[in-house]
């Protein structure tokens, strides 16, 4: 699978982002879909992930209310609607397809075989 994603850019804090991640080469719904970040001098950590057909979905609790993950397996992306955001989300957004069954699981990135190229977002206070 090929995922380029896409949707980053530079906002004032309470502001919002939508990120997009188009898949392409094997078929998207065999997959579970979850975007991960990485700020600047820090390890990777979990954002939110997708069941193959969109009935699971989990949060990391920082996330909570405020980010929305979804996928449209008819046009083969994965979204997250990022509202209410601060400076402490700028970070590199990554996408990721891969096989998960629990929380345990989907939040792990050993999980995920397929990732994009990340997206920076940038949220300025």
């Known amino acids: 699978v090929q995922l380029q994603a896409s949707g980053g850019g530079l906002v004032q804090a309470g502001g919002s982002l939508r990120l997009s991640c188009a898949a392409s080469?094997?078929?998207?719904?065999?997959?579970?879909m979850a975007w991960f970040l990485q700020a600047p001098g820090k390890e990777r950590e979990f954002v939110a992930a997708?069941?193959?057909?969109?009935?699971?979905?989990y949060y990391a609790d920082s996330m909570k209310g405020r980010f929305t993950i979804s996928r449209d397996n008819a046009k083969n992306t994965v979204y997250l609607q990022m509202n209410s955001l601060k400076p402490e989300d700028t970070a590199v957004y990554y996408c990721?397809?891969?096989?998960?069954?629990?929380?345990?699981?989907?939040?792990?990135?050993?999980?995920?075989?397929?990732w994009g190229q990340g997206t920076q977002v940038t949220v300025s206070s």
């Open positions: 997708i069941s193959r057909s969109g009935a699971t979905i």
């Open positions: 080469g094997r078929t998207f719904s065999n997959y579970a």
């Open positions: 990721a397809a891969g096989f998960a069954s629990s929380l345990t699981y989907y939040s792990s990135s050993t999980s995920y075989y397929y």
